[in-house]
Nanobody, 122 residues
Framework: QVQLVESGGGLVQAGGSLRLSCAAS????????MGWFRQAPGKEREFVAA????????IYGDSLKGRFTISRDNAKNTVSLQMNTLKPEDTAVYRCAAGLRVTYWSGQYAYWGQGTQVTVSS
């Protein structure tokens, strides 16, 4: 089992930056691919980014690469999401997830955090 806890969300003005973190418990963290997803009110869950267990492979949602960067530190059992040049449309609850492969598909992730709210004001 892997338990995930997100932090780092908050209120930021458009054009600003935030860094989200996801702390994982469990000795097998380094075995899992990690992903970030977001969901805005009234919208479907959206893939944000994912990273392989080694950190060598990363994928991003459409239009997010270049503004968002995912990284991980297996020694600290954490995965981070650096978000730059934030826009009001980035407002959502952001959740991290752990799975066995790097994929856009949320169904492949077995473990989920509760989420952290990101609000971008215009």
């Amino acid at each position: 089992q892997v338990q995930l806890v997100e932090s780092g969300g908050g209120l930021v003005q458009a054009g600003g930056s935030l860094r989200l973190s996801c702390a994982a418990s469990g000795r097998t963290f380094s075995s899992y691919a990690m992903g970030w997803f977001r969901q805005a009110p009234g919208k479907e869950r959206e893939f944000v980014a994912a990273i392989s267990w080694s950190g060598d492979n990363t994928i991003y949602g459409d239009s997010l690469k270049g503004r968002f960067t995912i990284s991980r530190d297996n020694a600290k059992n954490t995965v981070s999401l650096q978000m730059n040049t934030l826009k009001p449309e980035d407002t959502a609850v952001y959740r991290c997830a752990a799975g066995l492969r790097v994929t856009y598909w949320s169904g492949q992730y077995a473990y989920w955090g509760q989420g952290t709210q990101v609000t971008v004001s215009s």
